[in-house]
T-cell receptor, first 110, second 115 residues
Framework: DAKTTQPNSMESNEEEPVHLPCNHSTISGTDYIHWYRQLPSQGPEYVIHGLTSNVNNRMASLAIAEDRKSSTLILHRATLRDAAVYYCILRDPRDDKIIFGKGTRLHILP | DAGVIQSPRHEVTEMGQEVTLRCKPISGHDYLFWYRQTMMRGLELLIYFNNNVPIDDSGMPEDRFSAKMPNASFSTLKIQPSEPRDSAVYFC?????????????FGSGTQLSVL
């Protein structure tokens, strides 16, 4: 399985943008980049996914490097409710499984 | 839709007892996954089903663990006999195909403590 590398933890101030990095230098041409997050005492929830182009939805934006070896999840204006563990995952559409790594624990400072 | 429903929310049992965790997936979803989460090992995929059929159980730790999906609306994960090292949060998730990719929807989990 292609691997992702994320910082263990990050801090950000409330109401400021947050950029969560993910390195995936061994990504294959068919791998999609997925992001999930896990709020305290809850199961993970889907955030966003993309293949080559940048993507936006109501929760976040995903910026994908031109060589696809890295990506960044962008929370445009962090709130205290965004404090969570954020997981960057590579998905081969031929494989049904989603394997989670350690993720990045995001702390939001009021 | 109520989302993925897991029961019980918390389970405390003694070593050697049988434990059964339950999951009701979202209606219409054709994939069901069981995960286990601990501080040491993070989120581990135990087993998953497609259209009620087990597809990959390579993550099941040992024969003490078994999972069934008798119909599209119900799945169980059973541990017999339970051991203290089985203490963890167990999550059930379901998904549907979106352009060849699944989006997982997780339940709230079952916090299992084996004393």
């Amino acid at each position: 399985d292609a691997k992702t590398t994320q910082p263990n933890s990050m801090e950000s101030n409330e109401e400021e943008p947050v950029h969560l990095p993910c390195n995936h230098s061994t990504i294959s041409g068919t791998d999609y980049i997925h992001w999930y997050r896990q709020l305290p005492s809850q199961g993970p929830e889907y955030v966003i996914h993309g293949l080559t182009s940048n993507v936006n939805n109501r929760m976040a934006s995903l910026a994908i490097a031109e060589d696809r070896k890295s990506s960044t999840l962008i929370l445009h204006r962090a709130t205290l409710r965004d404090a969570a563990v954020y997981y960057c995952i590579l998905r081969d559409p031929r494989d049904d499984k989603i394997i989670f790594g350690k993720g990045t624990r995001l702390h939001i400072l009021p | 839709d109520a989302g993925v429903i897991q029961s019980p929310r918390h389970e405390v049992t003694e070593m050697g007892q049988e434990v059964t965790l339950r999951c009701k997936p979202i209606s219409g979803h054709d994939y069901l996954f069981w995960y286990r989460q601990t501080m040491m090992r993070g989120l581990e995929l135990l087993i998953y089903f497609n259209n009620n059929v087990p597809i990959d159980d390579s993550g099941m730790p040992e024969d003490r663990f078994s999972a069934k999906m008798p119909n599209a609306s119900f799945s169980t994960l059973k541990i017999q006999p339970s051991e203290p090292r089985d203490s963890a949060v167990y999550f059930c998730a379901s998904s549907y195909i979106v352009g060849g990719l699944e989006k997982l929807f997780f339940g709230s989990g079952t916090q299992l403590s084996v004393l």
